[in-house]
């Protein structure tokens, strides 16, 4: 009998990505047939599991597969296995994503279907499993197993392929540099990335004079004084949000969900194939992008990498504490 893992889609592009690479592996790990389940309605309100419409991961089955059984883990999904991870959640009153997904550290489930609830990757905790057949995933550090399941089980629908093709034919130069910038919901420091950037183009312009930069954001505005600064940015034509907020899981705002997903697909590859990428990686977005980079001599700035140490801690207090609502 088939046992199956369930990974729901939650939050964006990136978010969504990483918790795949992370039912990828276990499902490989455990033997189980892994089911991807992107019906909530973040990229369609038609119901439509847009993984399929998106992605080819040929290790990976859509909700059809999935038997008709009561041997679910966690019980929360019982009977509602149709629903949103946002809906259960808003109904069931749990406050986090661990009370609706299974451990990743087991493999001794019994049950026929284990569901997993992420809005990133799970790979640290699954190193208790990296044994046997799978220990050469032990000498790896997490961002390299997520590169090798990404780069080894999915690619981009043949369309949004071509797309991506058509737009590096028409506008990318010998030499790239991308820059993603996410300033809606999040806001890296824009300051720290045009010096960043100004730093980049300094070693960049004697080697390759006639080098562009490819920039992605969620901002038109951000965008455009990028563009007065700049002026050799190249950028694709995208829906933006008139009120500032963020592109995904905004369909007050945005016509096309499904367009919605593929722009941001487009971008995400572009990002891929330049042969230098700044970025900060507390995106998702961002930091898949720099992995999904082919080119052996690519070259990633990450700005909150570049940050010392004690600045690192400042923001994420700072954060923590918008969070929460307190301080300034």
Same mark, same amino acid.
């Given at each position: 009998m088939?046992?199956y893992i369930?990974?729901?889609? =939650?939050?964006?592009?990136?978010?969504?990505?990483?918790?795949?690479?992370t039912g990828?592996?276990?499902a490989?790990l455990?033997?189980?047939?892994?089911?991807?389940?992107w019906?909530?309605?973040?990229?369609?309100?038609?119901?439509t599991?847009l *993984? *399929?419409r998106?992605?080819?991961?040929?290790? %990976?089955?859509?909700?059809?597969? &999935?038997?008709?059984?009561d041997?679910?883990?966690?019980?929360?999904?019982?009977? $509602?296995l149709?629903?949103s991870l946002?809906s259960v959640i808003?109904e069931?009153?749990?406050?986090?994503?661990k009370?609706l997904?299974?451990?990743?550290s087991?493999?001794?489930y019994t049950? =026929?279907i284990?569901?997993?609830?992420?809005? =990133?990757h799970?790979?640290g905790?699954?190193?208790?499993?990296? =044994?046997?057949?799978?220990?050469?995933?032990?000498?790896?550090?997490?961002?390299?197993? &997520?590169q090798l399941v990404l780069q080894?089980n999915?690619?981009l629908?043949?369309?949004?392929?071509?797309?991506?093709e058509e *737009?590096?034919?028409?506008?990318f130069?010998d030499?790239m540099?991308?820059?993603?910038?996410?300033?809606?919901?999040?806001?890296v420091?824009l300051?720290?990335?045009?010096?960043?950037? %100004?730093s980049?183009?300094?070693?960049?312009?004697?080697?390759?004079?006639?080098?562009?930069? *490819?920039?992605?954001t969620?901002?038109?505005?951000v965008?455009?004084s990028?563009k007065? $600064?700049?002026p050799?940015?190249?950028?694709t034509?995208?829906w933006?949000?008139a009120?500032?907020?963020r592109?995904?899981?905004n369909?007050?705002?945005c016509?096309?969900?499904?367009?919605n997903?593929?722009e941001? &697909?487009?971008?995400?590859d572009?990002?891929?194939?330049?042969?230098?990428l700044?970025?900060?990686?507390?995106?998702?977005f961002g930091l898949?992008?720099?992995?999904?980079?082919?080119k052996?001599?690519?070259?990633?700035?990450d700005?909150?990498t570049? $940050?010392?140490?004690?600045?690192?801690?400042?923001? $994420? &207090?700072?954060?923590? %504490?918008?969070?929460?609502?307190i301080?300034?």
């Amino acid at each position: 009998m088939t046992n199956y893992i369930v990974v729901k889609g =939650t939050s964006g592009i990136g978010n969504r990505v990483f918790a795949v690479a992370t039912g990828i592996l276990y499902a490989q790990l455990s033997g189980r047939q892994l089911v991807v389940d992107w019906r909530d309605g973040s990229y369609s309100n038609s119901g439509t599991n847009l *993984f *399929f419409r998106y992605f080819d991961c040929p290790v %990976a089955q859509s909700v059809e597969v &999935l038997p008709a059984t009561d041997s679910i883990y966690p019980t929360h999904w019982q009977n $509602k296995l149709n629903r949103s991870l946002g809906s259960v959640i808003n109904e069931s009153g749990l406050s986090c994503y661990k009370d609706l997904s299974f451990d990743v550290s087991r493999l001794d489930y019994t049950e =026929t279907i284990i569901v997993l609830s992420a809005y =990133t990757h799970k790979i640290g905790f699954m190193r208790l499993l990296f =044994t046997g057949s799978a220990s050469r995933f032990a000498s790896m550090n997490n961002l390299e197993i &997520l590169q090798l399941v990404l780069q080894s089980n999915l690619s981009l629908k043949e369309d949004i392929r071509l797309q991506v093709e058509e *737009f590096k034919r028409e506008y990318f130069a010998d030499y790239m540099i991308g820059v993603h910038i996410r300033y809606s919901d999040m806001k890296v420091p824009l300051s720290e990335v045009e010096s960043s950037l %100004a730093s980049i183009i300094r070693s960049v312009k004697s080697k390759h004079p006639n080098y562009k930069i *490819f920039v992605a954001t969620d901002s038109q505005e951000v965008l455009s004084s990028f563009k007065q $600064k700049f002026p050799v940015i190249i950028s694709t034509n995208k829906w933006f949000s008139a009120s500032g907020k963020r592109l995904h899981q905004n369909p007050e705002e945005c016509e096309d969900l499904i367009q919605n997903g593929i722009e941001a &697909l487009v971008d995400l590859d572009l990002l891929a194939a330049c042969d230098e990428l700044l970025f900060a990686s507390r995106s998702s977005f961002g930091l898949l992008s720099s992995m999904l980079m082919d080119k052996p001599q690519a070259i990633r700035h990450d700005i909150d990498t570049q $940050k010392p140490l004690i600045k690192r801690v400042q923001l $994420k &207090l700072k954060n923590l %504490a918008k969070k929460l609502k307190i301080g300034g």
